[in-house]
């Protein structure tokens, strides 16, 4: 139990009469990457939000580190160590690649209205850390050339790297990304399984959740599949490609 970094046990949760999470119940080991997978309507973005404290759950339980999350709020989520992207790149117009990239640390700033307001020393130091943090996760993605350029310059692949690059700046332990892949060019799906080897190898934690099944059998060590809010199937890529239930609700009968 020791190297289970996300335990979730039962986790349910409704809205209205439609059950999108039903009794689903995994683990997630540290260091691992861990694909989420499931037709449209799944469960897979309400898992998401559910863990990260943006719904609360009906029932279940989500153990991360050993402490039960469910029902925490959002931003309480965020500081025990828990990051992720969006399916649909939410980031600010009015702000630079860096300033976007800033935001992720933010939460933690200590510096109050006032030191703010006065730029004191205090927040003028803290907020050069920030800036230096937020540089150091651009250069992780590769995008450090870009800090200065508006949003709008950037092409949809690079607008998901600065996602990455946001939440990398909350200095996670656990990482979920929402379809990352989607609508990426080969070469920048490549440099994205690249970009994850690399996190995974500083001793991050990563579930993918994704349509591109090329991409999730290449990088996965093992997929856990929802269908209408239930888990069907969890194990190694190979293993779930050829279950027969997910082959019928997810993959077609071509596999």
Same mark, same amino acid.
């Given at each position: 139990m020791n190297d289970i970094l996300l335990d979730v046990r039962g986790l349910s949760k409704h809205f209205g009469g439609i059950l999108a999470l039903n009794e689903v119940s995994f683990s997630l080991e540290k260091?691992?990457?861990?694909?989420?997978?499931?037709?449209?309507?799944?469960?897979?973005?309400?898992?998401?939000?559910?863990?990260?404290?943006?719904?609360?759950?009906?029932?279940?339980?989500?153990?991360?580190?050993?402490?039960?999350?469910? !029902?925490?709020?959002?931003?309480?989520?965020?500081?025990?160590?828990? !990051?992720?992207t969006f399916q649909l790149v939410e980031l600010f117009s009015s702000l630079n690649v860096l300033e976007n990239a800033m935001v992720g640390r933010h939460s933690e700033s200590h510096s109050g209205m006032l030191s703010c307001g006065f730029s004191l020393p205090s927040a003028r130091k803290e907020e050069k850390r920030i800036r230096d943090e937020a540089m150091e996760s651009l250069i992780m993605v590769g995008l450090e050339k870009r800090a200065p350029d508006p949003i709008s310059k950037l092409p949809l692949g690079e607008r998901k790297l600065v996602g990455v690059a946001r939440a990398l700046t909350m200095k996670p332990r656990f990482l979920m990304l929402d379809e990352p892949a989607g609508g990426l060019a080969a070469h920048e799906i490549k440099n994205l399984v690249e970009l994850i080897h690399q996190l995974v190898s500083k001793g991050l934690t990563i579930l993918v959740v994704e349509h591109n099944m090329?991409?999730?059998?290449?990088?996965?060590?093992?997929?856990?599949?929802?269908?209408?809010?239930?888990?069907?199937?969890?194990?190694?890529?190979?293993?779930?490609?050829?279950?027969?239930?997910?082959?019928k609700a997810y993959l077609g009968e071509e596999v």
């Open positions: 260091g691992s990457v861990t694909s989420l997978i499931g037709p449209n309507g799944a469960g897979k973005t309400t898992f998401i939000n559910v863990v990260t404290g943006i719904h609360a759950p009906d029932s279940g339980e989500i153990h991360f580190q050993g402490e039960d999350l469910a !029902g925490m709020e959002a931003h309480l989520v965020a500081s025990k160590g828990i !990051g992720r090329p991409f999730i059998m290449s990088l996965s060590e093992k997929v856990i599949v929802l269908n209408e809010g239930a888990k069907i199937a969890e194990g190694p890529p190979q293993e779930v490609r050829t279950n027969e239930k997910v082959i």
